[in-house]
């Protein structure tokens, strides 16, 4: 059974880091970061392979760095420099699909965990 299991969410000042972290019981192929912010659409952040290729945002690139600690079963999210547009709840998601055509497709993603809060205030 594959469970996903993100934290690190919290409240933080405009400009300032904040890691995420999604304790998974299954490296799969893709792995990924959604948010999901108040009356919007959910949308992917960060997408990481099992060759190591990420994938981002345009809204995130050069902020955020999407990354897996092996040692820990730990897909991980570094956000630097945060906005309050960034104030979202935090998906982490994967597939074990051969190819995604879609990275960035909600539904190209199997397992989800239940997600962290992030708010970011100005």
């Known amino acids: 059974q594959v469970h996903l299991t993100e934290s690190g969410g919290g409240s933080v000042q405009a400009g300032s880091s904040l890691g995420l972290y999604c304790k998974y019981t299954n490296s799969h192929r893709y792995m990924a970061w959604f948010r999901q912010g108040p009356g919007t659409e959910r949308e992917a952040v960060a997408v990481?392979?099992?060759?190591?290729?990420?994938t981002y945002a345009e809204s995130v690139k050069g902020r955020f760095t999407i990354s897996k600690d092996l040692a820990k079963n730990s897909l991980d999210l570094q956000m630097d420099s945060l906005k309050p547009e960034d104030t979202a709840m935090y998906y982490c998601?994967?597939?074990?699909?051969?190819?995604?055509?879609?990275?960035?497709?909600?539904?190209?993603?199997?397992?989800w965990g239940q997600g962290t809060q992030v708010t970011v205030s100005s």
């Open positions: 990481l392979d099992s060759l190591g290729t990420t």
């Open positions: 998601a994967s597939s074990n699909a051969w190819v995604l055509a879609d990275l960035f497709r909600r539904e190209s993603y199997k397992y």
